[in-house]
């Protein structure tokens, strides 16, 4: 009996994981196909690079703004339809996308895919949260969220291929259409909660705090300002290198969308290892864990701009963001464990504001320091969020009694 137990308790977490990873790397696909399409884009519309990077950040400015009114709606009326809800309303705007006909009509289509992406990472902590145990939460939430990287790396592989063949508004009619077919299946096959005493929510010890004492938790927001300082390299990164490569090193579109993967799919296997080692050993100490790391992807992002050739470029880029990899569970597996299932939605959508202030942050600085000085200035911003974020982790809390959530 127990052991048959043990084996549906991790069929559930399992499904869960591979459903959430599916919807993750469809997210992360539509996200990086505007990067990759933005020569495009720009050339027909006669767009200014700092025009190119404000349809990354408006994207982003709304994304962020629904960060916490999504957590608090998943906690309030559950992770499975509102996950549906999301791929619905984000892959009708990747379609629209595919019709706009200027800047401003981009602008507005880009700010309202930002709703439907904006209220889907509560609802997939949630979902998360529900359906594992908290000893293995963080291994299992840093496997969902390699996806991103795993979206982000094969996006250059099938985006470029479909730009090349099609044109840029006919490849955003075939992801919506990929992502339309992800969200029935989610709807489908996503299983039941796990019984609340073994993803512990039943916790009598820990009784459920209200969303507010959420919101107020100092603990919360210096995750949120970690998670932003460490941010700008993944947002900078994947909007500005295919734009780079193309225009400074004169890298063919086929191989800059090969350039482009090779990061983003290391970094999918980092995040995985990651989650597991902080699981394993670094679950009351992240800061030993985070900081050296945060430390050495600075050092090899130094080099990365050194490098004479687009190989060196991309091999000291993929390493600087193989090494962030591991420790991006540090940074939110303290969170992922601490919270409540009752409360993750909302707790999450707090944390994530602070990566998507990145996301807002750097691709418009990151254009206009490539539009008044050179990439190498804009790089060079990354190298200092990095070490800033090492700053940051000095201060963060290391075990679940630091939170100080209030209960009801």
Not at 137 to 148: Q, S
Not at 226 to 253: D, H, K, Q
Not at 335 to 352: D, H
Request: proline fraction near 6%; charged fraction near 10%.
């Amino acid at each position: 009996m127990g052991s048959t137990y043990t084996l549906d308790v991790r069929k559930t977490a399992t499904l869960t994981v591979g459903l959430l990873m599916g919807v993750w790397v469809v997210d992360y696909i539509d996200r990086v196909m505007m990067a990759v399409a933005l020569p495009f884009i720009g050339a027909e519309f006669a767009l200014t690079k700092t025009e190119q990077g404000a349809l990354i950040t408006v994207f982003a400015l709304v994304y962020l703004l629904c960060q916490i009114p999504g957590g608090l709606l998943a906690d309030r009326v559950g992770a499975r339809r509102l996950l549906v809800v999301s791929l619905a309303l984000w892959s009708a705007f990747t379609a629209l996308t595919g019709l706009a006909w200027g800047l401003g009509a981009l602008l507005v289509i880009r700010a309202l895919f930002g709703v439907g992406q904006g209220i889907f990472p509560g609802a997939s902590f949630k979902a998360l949260s529900e359906r594992t145990t908290p000893a293995r939460r963080a291994t299992a939430a840093g496997t969902m969220l390699a996806a991103t990287q795993l979206g982000a790396g094969l996006a250059p592989l099938v985006v470029a291929p479909l730009l090349l063949a099609f044109g840029w508004r006919p490849t955003f009619w075939v992801t919506a259409a990929v992502g339309a077919l992800i969200g029935l299946l989610l709807w489908a096959l996503l299983p039941p909660p796990l019984p609340a005493e073994l993803n512990g929510s039943g916790d009598l010890t820990r009784p459920a705090p209200p969303p507010a004492s959420v919101l107020r938790a100092p603990a919360v927001w210096k995750f949120a300002a970690l998670f932003c300082a460490t941010n700008m390299l993944g947002y900078g990164m994947i909007t500005w290198v295919p734009s780079y490569l193309l225009e400074a090193r004169g890298v063919s579109l086929l191989n800059t969308g090969l350039y482009a993967a090779i990061p983003g799919l290391v970094m999918t296997v980092t995040i995985i290892l990651g989650g597991w080692l902080f699981d394993r050993y670094f679950h009351d100490r992240g800061r030993l864990f985070v900081i050296p790391l945060l430390l050495c992807t600075a050092v090899l992002l130094v080099l990365m701009l050194r490098a004479e050739t687009a190989a060196g470029f991309t091999l000291f880029q993929t390493l600087a963001m193989a090494v962030a990899g591991l420790s991006m569970m540090g940074i939110l597996g303290m969170p992922v464990r601490a919270l409540p299932p009752a409360v993750i939605g909302s707790g999450m959508g707090v944390v994530n504001v602070g990566g998507q202030v990145a996301g807002v942050l750097a691709p418009v600085l990151m254009g206009w320091l490539v539009d008044h000085y050179s990439y190498t200035a804009a790089f060079g911003l990354l190298i200092g969020t990095t070490v800033l974020g090492a700053l940051i982790a000095m201060v963060v809390p290391q075990r679940v009694d630091q939170f100080h959530l209030t209960a009801a």
